[in-house]
């Protein structure tokens, strides 16, 4: 099996995409709809490989759905098994927020230690320390990789102050929080737009939750009955994807599908380096080439920071700017996966040490004072790129890394094509939609 993109760069991308649902409100979106006892309707789910493999581990525990276009009807009720397996579960990482649905069902569940894109260890020592807190008995088996989860009755409730935040940790924390005994108070909670779509919904299904800045109140008892279908909002990963193409090929990309409002992070960078952008309207943003991109200085950090999915982007784009930018990442430790491979592309980009005067706080991973670590990265530009080979490891570097051979001169070879669409719907047709030379070999 090739799994191979074909790409024939240089050309200016020009013309209209609509974004596609969020990855990352679909896949909580989904897991929280079999919390229901009735069939969920849910619209403007991605046909994406991350949705398609959620969908194929319920099926596996007897849940039922019909996925047409990208409207998915859910029915939790039929699920009878109460151990996620393990072959499934490997594939998806979201795969331990099934820790909620199963003790609701079941009082008592397996679920493997998560697996997904290998950008960190990706521990979940804090989620299961807040379910612990929370009341849930967990205990990990080393031997079959397994974690056991009981609760007696139902899961106690308190409160939980996350040491540092943690995005679908807070949503595993609010799911469990709904069926328990007694309020649920989430503190230091992530902010991620994608957590309050998650609270929107159950809201809207009868659910009683608020949130006052990083405190995530949870009142449970509440039946959840869905009045009217939910649409997911569209992607901004994918939103961003486009934006940054657009400038880095000199080209003129309007997108459509988001408002400014879950960007503005982005969008501040992009017209720092001297990118264009118009707001068109309320859900529409023109992204174009404007003037001789200009270098800049950039870290991570979680909402409503500058997101970590989006620096393998802004990477590629600062390849394309005068002078010399720099990228620090603070979210995960393993974000530069494509700085290798974009190398073999001619592109002039090093590795640096950055000094931090506390790194236990300054990184939102755990971080181990004995181990080496890269989290920053130097970028000199402007470089003509030419084509190569390059192999994908992870799904936003692999994104990148196409972008980076649309932008080369020549024939480039993206090996691991599937990787970037665990998490982009359509993506060879929508390039190829704005006049990007892209041909997948399966
Ligand atoms: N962490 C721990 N222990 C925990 C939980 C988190 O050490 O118990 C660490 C993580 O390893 C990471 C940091 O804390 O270094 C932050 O992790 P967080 O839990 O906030 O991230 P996540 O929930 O695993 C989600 C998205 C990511 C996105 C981040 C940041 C989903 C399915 N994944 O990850 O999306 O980058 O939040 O917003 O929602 C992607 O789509 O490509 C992707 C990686």
């Not at 998806?92 to 894109?117: D, H, Q, T, Y």
């Not at 501040?268 to 118009?278: E, I, M």
């Not at 592309?345 to 670590?373: C, H, M, Q, V």
Request: glycine content about 8%; overall charge neutral.
């Amino acid at each position: 099996m090739e799994d191979s993109f074909v790409i024939q760069g240089a050309n200016p991308l020009k013309g209209n995409i609509i974004l596609s649902g969020a990855k990352n409100i679909a896949l909580k979106i989904i897991i929280a709809s079999l919390l229901f006892d009735q069939e969920v309707v849910l619209n403007n789910i991605p046909h994406i490989i991350d949705v398609q493999e959620l969908l194929n581990l319920i099926a596996h525990l007897g849940g039922k759905y019909q996925f047409k276009e990208n409207k998915l009807l859910l029915d939790g009720r039929t699920i009878s098994i109460n151990k996620v397996a393990l072959l499934h579960a490997s594939k998806i990482r979201v795969s331990f927020m099934l820790f909620a649905p199963l003790l609701f069902r079941f009082k008592e569940c397996f679920v493997p230690n998560p697996g997904g894109c290998r950008i960190g260890a990706r521990p979940i020592d804090r989620i299961v320390e807040g379910m612990e807190k929370l009341g849930v008995t967990i205990r990990y088996d080393s031997d079959t990789g397994y974690y056991q989860a009981r609760v007696d009755d139902q899961p106690s409730g308190g409160t939980y102050r996350f040491q540092k935040p943690s995005h679908t940790g807070t949503e595993l924390l609010i799911l469990i929080g709904l069926f328990s005994k007694s309020k649920t108070v989430i503190e230091n909670s992530a902010l991620e737009p994608e957590i309050d779509e998650l609270i929107s919904f159950l809201n809207q299904s009868g659910a009683n939750i608020s949130r006052s800045g990083a405190r995530i109140e949870v009142n449970p008892g509440a039946l959840l009955k869905q009045a009217s279908p939910f649409r997911i909002s569209c992607d901004r990963n994918e939103a961003v994807t486009f934006a940054t193409l657009a400038v880095a090929t000199k080209g003129d990309i309007t997108v459509s599908g988001l408002s400014k409002e879950p960007l503005l992070a982005f969008i501040n960078l992009l017209q720092q380096v001297g990118g264009g952008v118009d707001i068109v309207n309320n859900d529409t943003i023109r992204y174009y080439f404007k003037q001789q991109i200009r270098s800049l200085q950039i870290e991570t950090s979680p909402h409503p920071g500058f997101m970590t999915d989006w620096q393998p982007n802004f990477a590629i784009l600062m390849t394309q700017a005068e002078g010399e930018s720099t990228i620090t990442e603070r979210v995960f430790e393993n974000r530069f996966s494509y700085v290798e491979q974009l190398r073999r592309l001619g592109a002039e980009i090093d590795y640096i040490k950055i000094p931090t005067i506390n790194p236990s706080e300054y990184f939102f991973f755990n971080f181990d004072p004995s181990r080496k670590y890269n989290q920053a990265i130097r970028i000199r530009g402007p470089q003509q790129l030419h084509g190569g080979v390059l192999t994908i490891s992870d799904l936003r570097a692999g994104a990148a890394l196409a972008e980076a051979a649309l932008i080369a001169e020549g024939e480039s070879i993206v090996n691991g094509a599937s990787t970037i669409e665990r998490g982009y719907e359509r993506f060879a047709q929508k390039i190829t939609s704005v006049g990007g030379d892209i041909t997948k070999y399966e």
